[in-house]
């Protein structure tokens, strides 16, 4: 079965500090995989989209790993702002279909 | 550049009230339109995808219905509303493929 779990279901960390955000995924054949940022009550922006190929990506303070190999992404974000509080989403894409799988995100606080 | 808005922002409907949600996208042509919907607590659930004017591909049975009458305009409907339909519903679009998608700002619909 296609699936996409995310840990922790939650997170809260002091503001300046980093964190790592995880997504296990059993989805095959894989495309690529995603991770949005949803602010509450927002439609989700995209942060990185990594293909099969890909290790890591950035996006500014935003870095995130693919193990292909394993089928686990994490995201990392670096000296966090009370900005980055929202929820964190990945989504895998299943080859050749259209398809997205989403995980049902990770609610990161930041406080001050 | 590109936008995508959805209207309204919130609605609050009766049980076995019709429902029509729009959604449309300016600044391109020809683009896969996606509805959403996120229950509380849960992931993102693909309801419906187009690739193109009255072509509507459903993901899960339901009691909502989809429409594509222009290029960039997608269409949410029901005709009786469930307490079951109560979400946030959020509209996307992507360009040729499944590549990035981009979503519009949301319409939260509470079914009382």
């Known amino acids: 079965k296609n699936q996409v779990e995310q840990s922790p279901q939650s997170l809260i960390i002091l503001e300046g500090k980093n964190c790592t955000l995880q997504?296990?995924?059993?989805?095959?054949?894989?495309?690529?995989l995603r991770w949005y940022k949803q602010d509450t009550g927002r439609g989700p922006v995209s942060l990185t989209i990594?293909?099969?190929?890909?290790n890591t990506k950035s996006n500014g303070r935003y870095t995130a790993t693919l193990d292909a190999d394993t089928k686990q992404s994490s995201l990392h974000i670096t000296a966090s702002q009370l900005s980055d509080s929202a929820s964190y989403i990945c989504?895998?894409?299943?080859?050749?279909?259209?398809?997205?799988?989403f995980g049902t995100g990770t609610r990161l606080t930041v406080i001050p | 550049s590109q936008t995508i808005h959805q209207w309204p922002a919130t609605l609050v409907q009766p049980v076995g009230s019709p429902l029509s949600l729009e959604c449309t996208v300016e600044?391109?042509?020809?683009?896969?339109l996606y509805w959403y919907r996120q229950a509380a607590g849960r992931g993102l659930q693909l309801l419906f995808y187009?690739?193109?004017?009255?072509?509507i591909s459903s993901e899960v049975p339901q009691n909502l219905s989809a429409s594509r009458p222009q290029d960039r305009q997608f269409i949410l409907s029901s005709k009786k509303l469930l307490l079951s339909d109560s979400g946030f519903y959020l509209c996307?679009?992507?360009?040729?493929?499944?590549?990035?998608?981009?979503f519009g700002p949301g319409t939260r619909l509470t079914v009382t």
């Open positions: 996307a679009w992507s360009g040729e493929g499944i590549g990035e998608q981009y």
């Open positions: 997504c296990n995924y059993t989805v095959s054949p894989f495309s690529n």
């Open positions: 990594m293909t099969f190929s890909e």
């Open positions: 989504v895998v894409h299943l080859t050749g279909a259209n398809n997205l799988f």
């Open positions: 600044g391109t042509s020809n683009p896969n």
């Open positions: 187009s690739v193109g004017i009255g072509q």
